[in-house]
């Protein structure tokens, strides 16, 4: 079974400038979540899609950030513009479905795209 | 506000000895935990969950220890082995509140030497 696909790998920028994030779900899954991973720190959500429609996208930054998902399927993340603490790993999940109480849904992760905002 | 704490950022044992991560939370509407483990230029991988109503879920080598009154929660692994070696990060959700959004841990450095 394919992964999560993200793309690309690595991106060095400079600050305000802008840049895009790709992803591609494991085929099936109805929710994806964009997080954010800055170095030391745990992984934090920006934004959570069940099927093409947003579900919880209140830690997204929503004045240099955006997002969207195509069909239900494929998302890009946006950054415009970029500023130097917008320097993460910036990490796709997917998953089934959205949990409920005593549920057990695992979320599987994409490598990441390494951002670096100079 | 860091709702889930890792207090030891790193944490290194021989190999054949237990390992014990810890994790600590404030928000007591969190009801359902989970570890990951990540390498390096990976992205992080699911280990094991325990939900609110249990205090211990074993699964193999991994066993999880939920102290509700403590608001703590440990992973121990038994025997440790080398590829054990990772970044381990706690999570927790409070389904009734926030759905399945995950508050992570900053994570621990897990080394295992042979």
Redesign the interface.
């Known amino acids: 079974e394919a992964g999560v696909a993200q793309s690309p790998r690595y991106k060095i920028i400079e600050k305000r400038q802008s840049v895009a994030f790709w992803c591609n779900p494991i085929s099936g899954h109805a929710t994806l979540y964009w997080y954010q991973q800055i170095l030391g720190q745990g992984p934090k959500l920006l934004i959570q899609f069940q099927n093409n429609g947003v579900v919880d996208d209140s830690q997204l930054p929503k004045d240099r950030f955006s997002a969207e998902r195509l069909k239900g399927v494929d998302s890009t993340l946006k950054i415009q513009p970029a500023k130097l603490e917008d320097s993460a790993v910036y990490l796709c999940a997917s998953s089934l479905g959205v949990w409920g109480p005593g549920g057990n849904e695992k979320l599987f992760f994409g490598s990441g795209t390494q951002l670096s905002v100079l | 506000d860091q709702q889930?704490k890792q207090n030891s950022p790193s944490l290194s044992v021989q190999e054949g000895r237990i390992s014990i991560l810890n994790c600590d939370y404030t928000n007591s509407m969190f009801?359902?935990f989970?570890w990951?483990k990540k390498y390096p230029?990976?992205?992080?991988?699911?280990l094991i969950?325990i939900?609110s109503?249990k205090d211990k879920n074993e699964d193999g080598r991994f066993t999880v220890f939920l102290n509700k009154s403590a608001k703590h929660l440990s992973l121990h692994i038994v025997p440790s082995q080398p590829g054990d070696s990772a970044v381990y990060?706690c999570?927790a959700?409070a389904?009734?509140t926030?759905?399945?959004?995950?508050?992570?841990?900053?994570?621990t450095q897990l080394t295992v030497n042979p």
């Open positions: 889930v009801d359902y989970l990951y230029a990976e992205g992080p991988t699911f969950s939900s109503i990060f999570a959700s389904s009734e926030s759905g399945s959004r995950l508050t992570f841990g900053e994570g």
